[in-house]
Nanobody, 122 residues
Framework: QVQLVESGGGLVQPGGSLRLSCAVS?????????IGWFRQAPGKRREGVSC????????IYGDFARGRFTMSRDNAKNTVYLQMNSLKPEDTAVYYC??????????????WGQGTQVTVSS
């Protein structure tokens, strides 16, 4: 079992920044498992934000996130981060951390955190 705990969400004004954290524990291996961030806005389907594969440790991003969001990981702290800059009202959503059981970013994680709410509003 893998446990994921997100934190760092909140209310921010348009143009502002937030950094989300996801603490990872349990049977997760940075060398063998991919991990990503996803979000779900009210009335919309869950969508991928970014993902780091185990093979090369490089992050990939959804089109809306590229250039504004940065995903990183700290293996020593067993934590992944999502730095979000230039936030827009349409970024309002619950953000989830998702861990794969495979080394690549399939887009369908097997393990999910409880989510953290991000609200972008003036």
């Amino acid at each position: 079992q893998v446990q994921l705990v997100e934190s760092g969400g909140g209310l921010v004004q348009p143009g502002g920044s937030l950094r989300l954290s996801c603490a990872v524990s349990g049977g997760f291996s940075w060398e063998h498992h991919a991990i990503g961030w996803f979000r779900q806005a009210p009335g919309k389907r869950r969508e991928g934000v970014s993902c780091i594969s185990a093979s090369d440790g490089r992050a990939i991003y959804g089109d809306f996130a590229r250039g504004r969001f940065t995903m990183s990981r700290d293996n020593a702290k067993n934590t992944v981060y999502l730095q979000m800059n230039s936030l827009k009202p349409e970024d309002t959503a619950v953000y989830y951390c998702g861990a794969e059981v495979v080394s690549y970013c399939s887009g369908s994680p097997n393990y999910w955190g409880q989510g953290t709410q991000v609200t972008v509003s003036s």
